[in-house]
């Protein structure tokens, strides 16, 4: 054993001299000081002074004295170089005091990235609006929680970032749309916007404008559910002609002034309504967007998409018909819900002309009168059986409930999936390949059997298919 250790401590120190700043970078700090304690000698340790990366972490299990020492010793011993990538992460409190004065540190320093992630503090913080004003910054991601950091008019009046490519806002309050505009004024070659959890509901529109972005993605998590909110957005705007990319969750606005989505190649889109009578019957204002019809029309010239459960609701009640043509699309990836039907999915099927890829995450929906001829639960079994004849689909993959989550379905009702299952394969005539994902093992053995049924069907569906059973 220790021959093994001094031959490992050995093999360290005989690194070349320049890789080390690069190999301690990639560390946390306070690792990076220990590695350098416990391994390394002589100018290996001097050359702590040199790291291009800091990232510091303070949770519930330190002590914010002894953390506070750390912090002050190591940038002391570094002092004022050129600093590419600084990282804080806060999940306790600590004084507001310190943290403000540690930003600093980096906006001193011409940083390239920083990461700041304050979910617990105490005292006075308000975060520095030199952060906003960083001709080197090329990366800024703020993540918070109670509005711990937020965004207003005075932060961004000189605001200045002609370098940086990526920001993230992840729960953080922007004071309005006019400060939010501004911001991305300042942002001339902004490539990736992501707001995460953006409280947008109450401002008077929502503008995304930028031509320079090429991803951009609105989502809320599970911690901050949008049914918390009682009305939508009364405005959405996106003058954003050059994104590739969209993931997009909101409640249906009021109206879409404007979209500009004529580069989009991916979207992942999930739009929710809004309860209008139960918000009533409780005697709040509420705004209710009413028609999403603007919105899906202005994204019909992407090529892969994906629609959440939600979105397939809003497009049976919340759209005028028809459903536009997606030219474009070859990859459309629809989530199923067991409570929300299969309505909207066979007209949106229809009008897919050049779809390759089916990807239908869950199979089991509620049963309705037109849920066409896409799944035998229908009722009214004299609806004509048209559309999936035609299909061009060739490849179908059916995965047993929500990736990521376990949910089992298949062993719960295994004669109605593969039911399902068999309804596909003897109308899709094009079919050349079905991939069947379960998501536990009881569930892939449970396919295996439904597997083994479908193959005598062979032949009688779609000449060329094949089907095969993974695990997700």
Same mark, same amino acid.
């Given at each position: 054993?220790?021959?093994?250790?001094?031959?490992? #401590?050995?093999?360290?120190?005989?690194? @070349?001299?320049?890789?080390?700043?690069?190999?301690?970078?990639? *560390?946390?700090?306070?690792?990076?000081?220990?590695?350098?304690?416990?391994?390394? #000698?002589?100018? &290996?340790?001097?050359?702590?002074?040199? *790291?291009?990366?800091?990232?510091?972490?303070?949770?519930?299990?330190?002590?914010?004295?002894?953390?506070?020492?750390?912090?002050?010793?190591?940038?002391?011993?570094?002092?004022?170089? #050129?600093?590419?990538?600084?990282?804080?992460?806060?999940?306790?409190?600590?004084?507001?005091?310190?943290?403000?004065?540690?930003?600093?540190?980096?906006?001193?320093? !011409? $940083?390239?990235?920083?990461? *700041?992630?304050?979910?617990?503090?105490? !005292?006075?913080?308000?975060?520095?609006?030199?952060?906003?004003?960083?001709?080197?910054?090329?990366?800024?991601? +703020?993540?918070?929680?109670?509005?711990?950091?937020?965004?207003?008019?005075?932060?961004?009046?000189?605001?200045?970032?002609?370098?940086? #490519?990526?920001?993230?806002?992840?729960?953080?309050?922007?004071?309005?749309?006019?400060?939010?505009?501004?911001? +991305?004024?300042?942002?001339?070659?902004?490539?990736?916007?992501?707001?995460?959890?953006?409280?947008?509901?109450?401002?008077?529109?929502?503008?995304?404008?930028?031509?320079?972005?090429?991803?951009?993605?609105?989502? &809320?998590?599970?911690?901050?559910?949008?049914?918390?909110?009682?009305?939508?957005?009364?405005?959405?705007?996106?003058?954003?002609?050059?994104? +590739?990319?969209?993931?997009?969750?909101?409640?249906?606005?009021?109206?879409? @002034?404007?979209?500009?989505?004529?580069? +989009?190649?991916?979207?992942?889109?999930?739009?929710?309504?809004?309860?209008?009578?139960?918000?009533?019957?409780?005697?709040?204002?509420?705004?209710?967007?009413?028609?999403?019809?603007?919105?899906?029309?202005?994204?019909?010239?992407?090529?892969?998409?994906?629609?959440?459960?939600?979105?397939?609701?809003? *497009?049976?009640?919340?759209?005028?018909? @028809?459903?536009?043509?997606?030219?474009?699309?070859?990859?459309?990836?629809?989530?199923?819900?067991?409570?929300?039907?299969?309505?909207?999915?066979?007209?949106?099927?229809?009008?897919?002309?050049?779809?390759?890829?089916? $990807?239908?995450? !869950?199979?089991?929906?509620?049963?309705?009168?037109?849920? =066409?001829?896409?799944?035998?639960?229908?009722?009214?079994?004299?609806?004509?059986?048209?559309?999936?004849?035609?299909?061009?689909?060739?490849?179908?993959?059916?995965?047993?409930?929500?990736?990521?989550?376990?949910? =089992?379905?298949?062993?719960?009702?295994?004669?109605?999936?593969?039911?399902? $299952?068999? &309804?596909?394969?003897?109308?899709?005539?094009?079919?050349?390949?079905?991939?069947?994902? =379960?998501?536990?093992?009881?569930?892939?053995?449970?396919?295996?059997?439904?597997?083994?049924?479908?193959?005598?069907?062979? =032949?009688?569906?779609?000449?060329?298919?094949?089907?095969?059973?993974?695990?997700?």
């Amino acid at each position: 054993m220790t021959s093994n250790n001094k031959k490992k #401590k050995t093999e360290l120190c005989d690194l @070349p001299k320049c890789l080390a700043p690069h190999i301690l970078s990639w *560390l946390p700090t306070k690792t990076a000081v220990t590695v350098s304690l416990l391994f390394m #000698k002589g100018w &290996w340790r001097s050359e702590m002074k040199n *790291l291009s990366s800091l990232k510091f972490s303070f949770s519930d299990d330190q002590e914010e004295e002894h953390f506070v020492r750390f912090v002050d010793q190591v940038l002391r011993q570094r002092g004022n170089r #050129k600093l590419d990538s600084f990282s804080l992460t806060l999940n306790d409190e600590i004084d507001g005091g310190f943290v403000t004065h540690l930003v600093d540190y980096p906006l001193d320093n !011409g $940083v390239e990235k920083l990461k *700041l992630s304050i979910y617990d503090i105490k !005292g006075n913080f308000q975060l520095s609006s030199r952060v906003f004003s960083q001709a080197t910054l090329v990366t800024l991601k +703020l993540a918070t929680n109670r509005s711990l950091i937020w965004i207003n008019g005075d932060d961004v009046a000189a605001a200045h970032l002609p370098c940086l #490519k990526t920001l993230w806002l992840d729960d953080v309050l922007v004071a309005d749309v006019k400060v939010f505009v501004r911001l +991305l004024s300042r942002c001339p070659i902004l490539e990736e916007l992501v707001m995460i959890d953006m409280k947008w509901h109450n401002w008077e529109a929502c503008f995304v404008v930028s031509a320079s972005l090429r991803r951009l993605k609105i989502v &809320w998590t599970d911690y901050v559910e949008m049914d918390e909110y009682d009305r939508c957005p009364q405005s959405v705007l996106f003058d954003t002609p050059n994104v +590739l990319y969209l993931e997009y969750t909101d409640h249906i606005a009021g109206q879409y @002034p404007l979209l500009k989505f004529s580069s +989009l190649i991916e979207a992942k889109i999930r739009l929710e309504m809004i309860d209008e009578k139960e918000e009533e019957d409780e005697g709040q204002e509420v705004i209710v967007g009413d028609n999403a019809t603007a919105f899906i029309t202005g994204i019909t010239s992407v090529r892969k998409l994906y629609l959440y459960a939600n979105t397939i609701q809003v *497009l049976h009640h919340y759209f005028d018909p @028809p459903i536009p043509e997606f030219v474009y699309l070859t990859h459309l990836t629809i989530q199923s819900d067991k409570e929300l039907g299969w309505d909207a999915i066979p007209e949106l099927l229809s009008k897919c002309p050049h779809l390759e890829t089916l $990807v239908l995450e !869950g199979l089991f929906h509620l049963a309705t009168d037109v849920c =066409g001829d896409v799944c035998p639960c229908r009722r009214n079994m004299e609806q004509a059986i048209s559309y999936l004849v035609k299909s061009p689909v060739t490849h179908l993959e059916i995965y047993e409930g929500v990736v990521g989550k376990k949910r =089992g379905e298949v062993t719960e009702d295994a004669a109605r999936f593969g039911e399902q $299952v068999r &309804w596909f394969l003897m109308r899709m005539l094009h079919l050349q390949q079905v991939k069947i994902y =379960g998501q536990t093992e009881d569930s892939v053995t449970a396919l295996y059997d439904i597997a083994t049924e479908l193959r005598r069907l062979e =032949g009688k569906a779609s000449p060329n298919v094949q089907i095969s059973v993974l695990q997700a």
